[in-house]
C-alpha cells in the first residue's frame, strides 16, 4: 500500500503502533477527525514516507523524535491539535517543504536546527503554541520559504538582522510575542513581501527608512509596540490603508492622514552646515528616485513575464492576472460565512471588497471545491469558456487565483464581477409565485 487517506471521517480511538508495518507508505491522510493519543514512534519505520497529514485532530503527547528518520518526508502537517512538549531538533534531518505545527501546545525554544533545513520553501506555521526563547539566526538561512508564522508565542529577544537573507519571503508574522530592541533595516531586503505583521510585540526605536522601500506590501502591521520618533513619509507609508501603527504613543509626523503630532524641529546654528545637509538630502534623494524608478520598471517586467508564463502553462488566458490566496483572505475577512452569498456542488461564492487602481470593488469570489471529483477539470473549463465567449449576459470574470493555501493545499479560485440582484433561481421562483398570484 503506498497511499492511506481517511480524511473527513469522523473516525475516533488511537492511532495503532502497528501503523509502522506499512513500509511501503508514501503519503498518509488522516485529517479532519476526533483521533486521540499519541502520534505512534513507529511511523518513523515507514522510510518511504513524503507526506504525513494528521491536521485537525485531538492527538496529543510530543512529536516522536522517530519522524526525523522519515529521510524522504517533505510535508508535514500537524495543526491545531493537542501536540505538547519540546520541537524535536530531528525534524532537520527531514528534506522537508511544508512544515504545520500550529495550534498546539508545543513549548520550549525552536530549535536552531528546524531554520538550517535548506529545502523549506512553502511555508513555516507554528503559530499558537507556547514556544520561548529568542528567535535563531539561523533564519536568514531559508532563502527559498514564502510564508513564516511563528505568530502568537512567547518568543523574546531581538528580530534577528540575518532575517534579511529571507529573499523569497511573501508572508512573515511574528505578532503576539515578547519581541525586544528595535526592528531591523535588513527587513527592507525583502522585497517580495506582501504581508507583514510585528504588531503586539515590546519593539522600541524608530521605523527603519528602508521599509518605505516595499511597495509590494498589501499589509504592515506595526501595531501596539513601543516604536517613537518619525514615520517615514514617503514609498508604501504614503498608503494610509496599507500601514497600521496604533498602539505607539511615542510616533510623530508621516502623512496628514495617520493623524499623528508633528515632529518637533531642531534649530541649528550653522546654517552652512543646514545648507550642506540640505544639500546632500536632495542629491540622495533624487538618485534613490531614479534607482527606485528602474527597480519598479524590472519589477514589473519580472512580475509579467512569470505570470505570462505561468498561465500559459496551466492552458488559461493571458489577459487574466492572478490574485494571491493572501489577498481573498484579507477581502473576504477570512472567508467569512457572512460573506457566503452561495454554494453549489463544485464551491462557493464569496462576497469580498478588493483594491483596484487606488478604488475599492465589490467582487464575487467562487471557490472551488478541490475535494469534490471533477472541480479541476469545472475550473479551467469554466475560465475557457469565459474567455471565449463573448455576450452581454453572461458575468465577467475579472481574474483568478490558482495557489496553496496556508496550511499547503491546492486552492482554485475565480473572482466575477459582483451582481447584487440576487441568482436566478430567485428571480425564477419570485416570478412563479407573481404568476400562480
Not at 487517506?5 to 488522516?30: F, K, P, R, V
Not at 514564502?146 to 505578532?175: R, V
Not at 478604488?359 to 467562487?366: E, F, L, R, S, Y
Not at 469558456?385 to 465577467?396: S, Y
Request: proline content about 5%.
Amino acid at each position: 500500500m503506498a497511499y492511506l487517506s481517511t480524511a473527513y471521517n469522523n473516525i475516533t480511538g488511537t492511532i495503532t503502533e502497528g501503523i509502522g508495518n506499512l513500509i511501503n507508505l508514501q503519503a498518509l491522510y488522516m485529517p479532519h477527525n476526533i483521533l486521540i493519543g499519541s502520534i505512534p514512534a513507529s511511523l518513523g519505520n515507514l522510510n518511504k514516507l513524503s507526506q504525513l497529514y494528521l491536521y485537525n485532530n485531538a492527538l496529543c503527547g510530543p512529536l516522536p523524535v522517530t519522524l526525523g528518520n522519515l529521510t524522504q518526508l517533505t510535508r508535514l502537517l500537524l495543526g491545531t491539535n493537542g501536540i505538547s512538549g519540546p520541537i524535536p531538533s530531528s525534524l532537520s534531518h527531514c528534506p522537508l517543504e511544508t512544515l504545520d505545527l500550529s495550534h498546539n501546545n508545543l513549548s520550549g525554544p525552536a530549535p536552531k536546527e528546524l531554520f538550517s533545513i535548506s529545502t523549506l520553501s512553502s511555508f513555516v506555521n507554528i503559530s499558537h503554541n507556547s514556544l520561548s526563547g529568542s528567535l535563531p539566526s539561523q533564519v536568514g538561512s531559508l532563502e527559498n520559504l514564502d510564508g513564516l508564522d511563528l505568530s502568537y508565542n512567547m518568543i523574546s529577544g531581538e528580530i534577528p538582522p540575518s532575517i534579511g537573507g529571507c529573499q523569497s519571503l511573501e508572508f512573515l508574522n511574528l505578532s503576539g510575542n515578547n519581541l525586544q530592541a528595535t526592528i531591523p533595516p535588513s527587513l527592507g531586503n525583502l522585497k517580495g513581501i506582501a504581508r507583514l505583521d510585528l504588531s503586539h510585540n515590546n519593539l522600541s526605536g524608530t521605523i527603519p527608512e528602508t521599509l518605505a522601500g516595499l511597495n509590494g506590501l498589501s499589509v504592515l502591521n506595526l501595531a501596539f509596540n513601543k516604536l517613537q520618533g518619525g514615520v517615514p513619509s514617503d514609498g508604501v507609508f504614503l498608503n494610509v490603508a496599507v500601514i497600521l501603527i496604533t498602539g505607539n504613543d511615542g510616533l510623530c509626523g508621516g502623512i496628514p492622514q495617520l493623524g499623528l503630532p508633528p515632529c518637533p524641529t531642531q534649530t541649528t546654528k550653522k546654517p552652512h552646515h543646514r545648507k550642506l545637509v540640505i544639500m546632500t538630502v536632495s542629491i540622495c534623494s533624487a538618485l534613490a528616485c531614479v534607482t527606485l524608478v528602474f527597480a519598479l520598471l524590472a519589477l514589473q517586467q519580472r512580475s509579467r513575464h512569470r505570470t505570462k508564463s505561468h498561465l500559459q502553462k496551466s492552458g488559461l488566458s493571458e489577459q487574466y492576472v492572478r490574485v494571491s490566496y493572501a489577498e481573498l483572505v484579507n477581502a473576504t475577512n477570512g472567508f467569512a460565512p457572512e460573506n457566503l452569498v452561495g454554494a453549489g456542488s463544485f464551491g462557493s461564492v464569496y462576497k469580498a471588497t478588493m483594491r483596484s487602481n487606488d478604488q475599492q470593488i465589490v467582487v464575487a469570489v467562487k471557490v472551488l471545491n478541490l475535494m469534490q471529483r471533477g472541480a479541476s477539470q469545472s475550473f479551467v473549463a469554466e475560465c475557457e469558456t469565459l474567455r471565449c465567449a463573448r455576450h452581454r449576459n453572461l458575468v465577467k470574470i475579472l481574474t483568478i487565483c490558482s495557489s496553496i493555501d496556508f496550511q499547503g493545499h491546492d486552492f482554485k479560485a475565480l473572482v466575477y464581477e459582483f451582481l447584487p440582484n440576487g441568482n436566478l433561481d430567485q428571480w425564477l421562483h419570485r416570478h412563479i409565485t407573481e404568476d400562480d398570484e
